[in-house]
């Protein structure tokens, strides 16, 4: 499976030396795991996820059906509020989160922050919350973590706005860009939920643990739950770190890397 990256972006990372010292120059554009990942429901636990045998990458694509599973229920704290906003189009969506006072973030906002991209999106990239500059310009992902973003999907051969959609676990900024509460993830819920359902994406990246948390189900460890597929309402899921924590901690931008690729390879078999 060739897959074009952009070797500018790559340097950009700081992962094209790594790369090109680890594999033939000729490889460097396959750089997909050598191992089929399995696909986690949200019901199983790291320790019932059962081992699959190692499979050839060159035929992953070909062999590996798209993961099916059953309807994941949805993380409701007010019914009547999560149908209504579970009946409402993009236009209706925005002023949803736009008028919000569901939960105390409100209070502090400017503006609510939705999500940004494709709306028919074949990618859903989900990260935690908007930071300062993200409530300044009511766009997810536009400081520091969000060029490292940019450049990793540039990597990819992607590109935000175009086969990517951007959105976030909770739309309104936590005070002092904290972690989002479980409460306050919970009151965003529908939202996300919806935007889903809108976008109806063929693959979710999960960014950083509160992503990871409220679409896979599971609190347990990055390490354990990174470099297999989870799913969300039937939907693959990828999970990886938030570039913000890639900034701090260099070291696992590879590893990052590794999770975009293995991404990449679900999404050229589904």
């Not at 409460?183 to 643990?209: F, N, S, T, W, Y």
Request: charged share 20%; glycine share 8%.
């Amino acid at each position: 499976m060739n897959m074009p990256f952009d070797e500018d972006a790559l340097r950009e990372l700081e992962l094209w030396p790594y790369l090109a010292l680890q594999r033939p120059a000729t490889a460097i554009v396959d750089a997909t795991p050598d191992v089929a990942a399995p696909v986690v429901t949200a019901a199983e636990t790291p320790r019932q996820a059962a081992p699959r045998a190692t499979t050839d990458r060159r035929s992953v694509a070909a062999k590996s059906p798209a993961p099916v599973a059953a309807p994941l229920q949805a993380v409701v704290s007010d019914p009547a509020r999560a149908a209504r906003i579970a009946a409402l189009d993009w236009d209706g969506l925005q002023a949803e989160a736009a008028n919000c006072q569901a939960c105390g973030l409100c209070r502090q906002r400017k503006q609510a922050v939705l999500g940004v991209g494709a709306r028919a999106a074949p990618w859903l990239l989900v990260g935690e919350g908007p930071g300062a500059e993200e409530d300044e310009q009511g766009e997810p992902f536009v400081g520091q973590a969000g060029k490292l973003l940019d450049a990793m999907l540039a990597a990819t051969g992607l590109q935000r706005g175009r086969e990517v959609y951007i959105a976030n676990v909770v739309k309104c900024r936590p005070p002092g860009n904290r972690t989002p509460s479980p409460e306050e993830a919970l009151a965003c819920a529908p939202l996300l939920d919806r935007q889903i359902e809108l976008v109806q994406p063929k693959l979710i990246v999960a960014l950083g643990k509160t992503a990871v948390t409220r679409l896979t189900g599971s609190d347990a460890s990055m390490a354990s739950l990174r470099g297999r597929l989870h799913e969300y309402r039937g939907i693959p899921v990828v999970v990886t770190y938030h570039p913000a924590y890639l900034l701090r901690n260099l070291p696992d931008k590879l590893k990052g890397w590794e999770d975009m690729m293995l991404a990449k390879q679900t999404m050229a078999g589904l």
